[in-house]
């Protein structure tokens, strides 16, 4: 199970730090991929972290957010600054073995989301 949560209302050019706990599985094993929804959109890749710390981010963020994990927390954490209004978006969080992903359909296990809004 992968509970979100951290979301929230931000000014554009704020920040948020948005969390990912999980349970149930050995997560160390596991890759964390984060990805989000915007009304009317399709799910994108956002960023990811492998079982080793590797991690790959969407070019529309690079160098504005920051994937990140402790896994004696069994948590995964999605840092992000200098954000926007179109980084506005449901952010979700999904785990598959070991290795990064960017495709939606290779992540197996979902959390439910959390609601970032960020205001021009």
């Known amino acids: 199970q992968l509970v979100e949560s951290g979301g929230g209302l931000v000014h554009s050019g704020g920040s948020l730090r948005v969390s990912c706990a999980a349970s149930g599985l050995t997560f160390s094993n596991y890759a964390v991929g984060w990805f989000r929804q915007a009304p009317g959109k399709e799910r994108e890749f956002v960023a990811v972290i492998s079982w080793t710390s590797l991690t790959d981010y969407a070019g529309s963020v690079k160098g504005r957010f920051t994937i990140s994990r402790d896994n004696a927390k069994s948590t995964a954490y999605l840092q992000k600054n200098r954000l926007k209004p179109e980084d506005t978006a449901n952010y979700y969080c999904?785990?598959?073995?070991?290795?990064?992903?960017?495709?939606?359909?290779?992540?197996?296990?979902w959390g439910q989301g959390t609601q970032v809004t960020v205001s021009s």
């Open positions: 999904a785990t598959r073995w070991k290795i990064t992903s960017t495709q939606t359909d290779e992540f197996y296990t």
